[in-house]
Nanobody, 125 residues
Framework: QVQLAESGGGSVQAGGSLRLSCAAS????????MGWFRQAPGKEREGVAV???????SYADSVKDRFTISRVNANTTLYLQMNNLKPEDTAMYYC???????????????????WGQGTQVTVSS
């Protein structure tokens, strides 16, 4: 069982920045892919950024060049640095962990096994 706890959400104006953190109960370095998803009211949960077991990253087109996913190697913390935030980035953000020693993860809910409770990000214009 993997427990995940997000923090760092809040309210910012458009153009501002936030850094989300995700504390995991186990080390995920080289063992699991990790991801950030978000869900706005009335919308489906969507994949924002994924980091594979050995460090390859990928992003949704809507956040490319603005968001950066990273982790502390041999540690249990995942980050999402969000710059130049836009009102459409407003959502609940969730940290997620893939299967242990699983394969490549796509930004799909079905590729992830564990979820945090979420942290709210609100961007005003």
């Amino acid at each position: 069982q993997v427990q995940l706890a997000e923090s760092g959400g809040g309210s910012v104006q458009a153009g501002g920045s936030l850094r989300l953190s995700c504390a995991a109960s186990v080390s995920f370095y080289s063992t699991r892919c990790m991801g950030w998803f978000r869900q706005a009211p009335g919308k489906e949960r969507e994949g924002v950024a994924v980091i594979q077991r050995f460090g390859t990253t990928s992003y949704a087109d809507s956040v490319k060049d603005r968001f950066t996913i990273s982790r502390v190697n041999a540690n249990t913390t995942l980050y999402l640095q969000m710059n130049n935030l836009k009102p459409e980035d407003t959502a609940m953000y969730y940290c997620s962990a893939g299967r242990r020693f699983g394969g490549v993860c796509l930004p799909l809910r079905s590729d992830f096994e564990y979820w945090g409770q979420g942290t709210q990000v609100t961007v005003s214009s």
